[in-house]
């Protein structure tokens, strides 16, 4: 956080509520406008030339012609321990966890390796312009310690869990239900509601928790109800058979869960492509997020997110990376993928609903909204500014969108990605410097 004043000048654009229902009125867009930021919040927003006439006159101009300027990109689920895995070809998601991210994983034994890897995490996060994250850690405490202690000497918000898993996974990678419940329990006396960071309790999967260890997360749910919930659900048809055979006598993958005490409005659910309808319903009513993970379903050949099922049936919708069974880090390039999926389902999404998405919409989804997801007064300064024109084709492509603010957000979402990110603030203090 940096206790300088700060102005940030360019082209403000934020939403104000989400434009599927409100229309093009749900967002305020400044051509020349300024935000004064102060110790790491944003104290005003307005004309460029209202703020610089009523600032501290030591204040910071950081002057970003041309350029837009929003609300940090939020990313709804993502797993840290799984930068190095990346691009792994080949697999759907049951080889692909053991052949590849179960045998990455293991180096998480070593203290020193997640402090490399949190790092890195972090600054390529901010390098796309995402200052939030919901995240997977891995089994071993080190990692979640490791992951919060970056988090935090970077100021930045962000929400995270150790993975538990006691079964289906090599031996180096389970605790026990027992074993999950304590270190958990430890991580969220040690991490929860301190500063900008919070916990998610992070039953990794049916599959790899048994019905004991997920009725010991449902514990820790019904003991710290304001925690958050993350897990994955409905992503794959092989996963969802496994999960059939190893909890007889349930209807749907989501009653495991169900049953466990583990839907709520602060559980997000990765994935959610193969819902059954009463599902659907369950998600519905219990206020509980489905996180739309597009370049992930695509890469892994999982299936296509039904968005406009699970909008009209009230279900709470994320949009994340899903980083690494996703392919990229860029909230935009997740974006566009999810256009092309919605395309598949014969579903629109214009490029204000999208940026929604990026920004206010997965604050409200986290519950963050009180804090980030727009620009204005009293919030947290976490900003990302981007360059419509930051590739020669992109420059070319915006001389036909003749100033037309939509044409030139969807141009900049199919085509953009960690290039059109000029600067990203966190906590109001720049991080490429
Ligand atoms: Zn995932």
Redo the contacts with the bound molecule.
Sequence with gaps: MSDRSRIIRGRVLTFTDDPFEAGSSARIYLEDGAILVENGRIERVGEALDILAGAPQAAIVDEYSGCLIMPGFIDA???YPQTQVIGSYGAQLLDWLHNYTFVEEQKFSDPAHCVRIADFFLDELFRCGTTTAMV?CRVHPQSVDAFFAAAERRGARMIAGKTMMDRDAPEALTDSAQRGYDESKALIARWRRRGRLDYAITPRLAITSSKAQLEAAGALADEFPEAYVQT?LDENRDEIELVAKLFPGTQSYLEVYERAGLLGPRSVF??CIHLADSEVAALAASRSVAAF?PT?NLFLGSGLFDQARLRNAGVRVALAT?VG?GTSYSMLRTAAEGYKVLQLNRQSWPAAQAFYRMTLGNARALTLDQHIGSIEAGKEADLVVLDSRATPAMAHRMETANGDLDVELFALIMMGDDRAVRQTYVAGAPSKT
Excluded: E, L, T
Aim: net charge negative; proline share 0%.
């Design positions: 689920h993502i797993h997977y994955h990765g994935h993970c992930s899903d069974g």
